[in-house]
């Protein structure tokens, strides 16, 4: 009978469903800073990170992820699963990590492959990890004359490194380097002058519109357009020449962020500090061709490297044109460019990690107790059966019986699945005829596990309550190796039924599913459809969530920093 709950006060009426649908729509929920899941028998998966890229505003992704990482201890969780799709810049940052670190983002928290996407295996996750990472900087500078924006590019940050940078690891360490320092470095100077700049002399906030700002932008360019290119320009004479357009605080607050802005013409405002009179000064310069229009500029702390803007525009381009498999540059051998897309993909395609808490069981501090990894088998299980169940830590008097280890693996199991609220032990395998009143420790020995059978009481048994891969049988045994979901979009033949990624099937992740499907196997064969022909993501709701506990995490996006 469904449950019902009437308000007392407008006697609007709430069922069971309603509070199932709210608790549904809370973990659908995509502003949460943190969201993880517990599992009873201690697995777990962390579903959510948003970090100031996600929309926090004073916790990183890193402090979150050290609150989340003590939570586990604490509970004594044995493992924890994440799928990573976590962006940094906008960019895939388990692409850009791995080039650095050599492992995900998640590494830095003991997170470890756990499975790749299109049958990928944790040594070919490594081969593409060094393939791409060890790629020498020295591949993109031959044979092309003129050079190209990314040779140039990639020569301008050489510059300006005081060590060598050889590969696509170096370039990238070296990049992040600097934007952490910019970071850094703004953060300091907005301590000091933020309020000058954001309050007038009341303490009242001041906000102005984008248009107001431009505008005052443009007036300052025309300024500096009116001087010789070779002169410098004051923060006073500067901010004097545009006083009639906006009011002083805008005009302090355009002049802070003047320096580092691209203008028309192939231009860039350059500030820096006087060395002589240490007044802040500014004038356009052109853009060099060696960063095609990005260029380092001296902003108001008088460093030597790019501004935080430039930098991360220089980032984005050379992610796009070194990393990303879609679209990377054409490479002076096809060789390598081949090697290098095919790595990227398969960093890309590895998005599964999990961390083990739980290597060896923790000493307990009253040793004289027995403590047994229980295992479990069904007699009533069906047949074909993936379910791959945990074991359970019993812990046991010294002089506990086989009847008390029975009682405590049936209880123990109870407790942690809803699917076992009825199972019964019904002997010991491997122990079958072993009187209950012997005791356990006589029994095993040195042995300190032990795989108990039984049964689950009810007509229904097992059938009303199933794991995480729902009650749909289907079979995959695609042309990549994969027999099992993984978590990408499949697509089930409409002759066999056999489900396959569309990706492997020469069917793009983006291109419409083909309202009839038949695999290269089943071409030359007539048989009855078995099948609607229907893309898996689209007809199987928990296709992402499938397998045991850790076949595969849950697709929830994280924001990192």
């Given amino acids: ?39 009873a028998n201690g697995y777990g998966h962390l579903l959510r990170v948003n970090g100031r890229e996600g929309g926090s505003k004073f916790l990183s992704g890193c402090h979150i992820m050290d609150f989340w990482d003590r939570l586990c201890k604490t509970l004594g969780v044995r493992k924890v699963s994440v799928m990573d799709v976590s ?41 593409a990890v060094e393939s791409l990472s ?24 050489q510059s300006l490194s005081e060590h060598k940078l050889v590969n696509i690891r170096d370039l990238f360490c070296f990049m992040m380097g600097l934007i952490g320092d910019a970071r850094k470095t703004a953060s300091n100077v907005n301590d000091t002058t933020c309020k000058k700049r954001r309050f007038n002399a009341s303490g009242l906030s001041i906000s102005w519109e984008k248009s107001d700002i431009e505008r005052v932008e443009q007036a300052m360019v025309r300024v500096l357009r009116a001087v010789s290119q070779s002169k410098w320009v004051s923060w006073r004479a500067l901010r004097g020449a545009a006083s009639k357009v906006a ?50 500029n001296n902003n108001s702390s008088g460093s030597k490297y790019p501004s935080e803007e430039n930098l991360l525009q220089c980032l984005r381009y050379l992610y796009d044109s070194l990393l990303h498999p879609q679209m990377m540059v054409n490479y002076v051998e096809a060789g390598t460019r081949t090697v290098a897309m095919s790595s990227a993909q398969k960093l890309f395609d590895c998005k599964q990690f999990v961390k083990d808490y739980s290597p060896e069981m923790l000493p307990l501090s009253d040793l004289q107790k027995l403590r047994i990894s229980c295992q479990i088998e069904l007699v009533d299980e069906s047949e074909n059966s993936e379910s791959i169940i945990p074991p359970e830590l019993i812990v046991l008097p010294m002089n506990a019986t086989v009847a008390e280890l029975k009682n405590q693996a049936a209880n123990a199991f109870q407790d942690v699945y809803l699917m076992f609220r009825r199972f019964q032990v019904d002997e010991l395998l491997g122990y079958s005829g072993v ?3 012997t005791q356990v420790k006589l029994l095993l020995g040195s042995k300190d596990v032990v795989c108990v059978r039984g049964r689950c009481i009810g007509k229904n048994g ?17 042309s990549c190796g994969a027999k099992d ?37 089943c071409q030359n064969c007539e048989s009855k459809p078995k099948s609607s022909g229907h893309c898996k993501d689209e007809t199987v709701t928990n296709v992402r969530t499938s397998g045991s506990c850790f076949g595969n995490g849950l697709p929830v996006p994280s924001d990192v920093r």
């Fill in 247 to 296: 009011s002083p605080e805008l005009l302090d607050y355009c002049l802070g962020e003047l320096g580092g802005k691209m203008v028309y013409g192939g231009m860039v405002v350059n500030s820096r500090c006087n060395p002589q009179t240490g007044v802040y000064e500014f004038r356009l310069e052109a853009a060099t061709g060696a960063c095609y229009g990005i260029l380092a």
């Fill in 87 to 127: 962006k940094k810049y906008g960019l895939e940052y388990r692409l850009l990590h791995a080039i650095m670190k050599g492992h995900p983002w998640y590494g830095d928290w003991g997170y470890k492959f756990g499975s790749g996407s299109y049958c990928l295996t944790h040594e070919a996750y490594k081969f």
């Fill in 134 to 157: 060890n790629l020498p900087l020295s591949a993109f500078s031959q044979g092309q004359v003129p050079h190209s924006r990314v040779q140039d590019m990639i020569s301008y940050y």
């Fill in 462 to 478: 097992l059938s009303k309550f199933r794991m995480e891969r729902g009650l749909e049988r289907w079979t995959v045994d695609c």
């Fill in 435 to 437: 009187d209950d009143s």
């Fill in 485 to 521: 979901d993984d978590g990408e979009r499949m697509l089930a033949c409409d002759i066999c039924g056999v489900w396959r990624h569309t990706r492997c099937s020469d069917i793009h992740d983006t291109d419409p599913v083909p309202a009839r499907f038949v695999c290269l196997k």
């Fill in 1 to 39: 009978m469904l449950s019902i709950f009437r308000c007392k006060s407008c006697n609007h009426v709430t069922t069971t469903d309603d509070v199932e649908d709210w608790v549904y729509h809370q973990l659908e929920n995509t502003t949460h800073l943190l969201h993880g899941v517990v599992h």
